[in-house]
């Protein structure tokens, strides 16, 4: 049952906050996640065939050594990486690039690409120009990793790197 694929999408570190067998939010992040790791269309449930590759899938890798966050903007993933191990997967969305004019300032909605490190964070809601953040963590100007109610499977974000509220708590 969902139960069932639930533990295995924990599993595999497609977390989705662990198996109560109801589908919600978190779970439908994580099946997201899976969906674009493996590479197939995003829809509201795993399939037969999405099922059986759940059963015999390995956890994914990560590009990096030692502790990290890693945003894979090819696939719309973020990995958390401890000790050179891909511990946990999300669904995100980044940067939808498109052309956005906020405080008089046109600008494209792309998300920074290259080597950061997290310069400061705010716990709670943060309001900026652009919209609410939940307990964003700021890596180059502007730019943050942060929760968001609106997670689609698809960059739509201005720039910043979004997740579930529930999975930024978890991170």
Not at 11 to 40: C, E, H, R
Not at 98 to 103: F, I, K, L, N, V
Request: proline content about 5%.
């Amino acid at each position: 049952g969902l139960a069932a694929v639930q533990q295995r999408l924990m599993d595999l570190g497609f977390w989705d906050g662990g198996p109560t067998g109801s589908m919600n939010d978190a779970t439908q992040q994580a099946v997201w996640a899976f969906q674009k790791y493996i590479g197939v269309p995003r829809t509201s449930s795993l399939d037969a065939g999405e099922l059986r590759t759940l059963s015999l899938a390995s956890r994914p890798h990560d590009q990096g050594t030692g502790n990290m966050i890693e945003v894979d903007k090819g696939k719309e993933l973020v990995l958390i990486v401890q000790n050179g191990f891909t511990s946990w997967v999300f669904n995100t969305s980044t940067g939808g690039g498109y052309t956005y004019t906020s405080q008089g300032v046109t600008s494209v909605a792309i998300t920074p690409e290259g080597h950061f490190a997290i310069q400061y964070g705010i716990e709670g809601w943060h309001t900026s120009p652009l919209g609410q953040m939940w307990r964003p963590r700021f890596f180059v100007g502007g730019y943050a990793l942060h929760g968001d109610s609106s997670v689609p499977p698809v960059p739509v974000s201005h720039g910043c790197v979004r997740v579930s509220i529930e999975g930024m708590n978890f991170i």
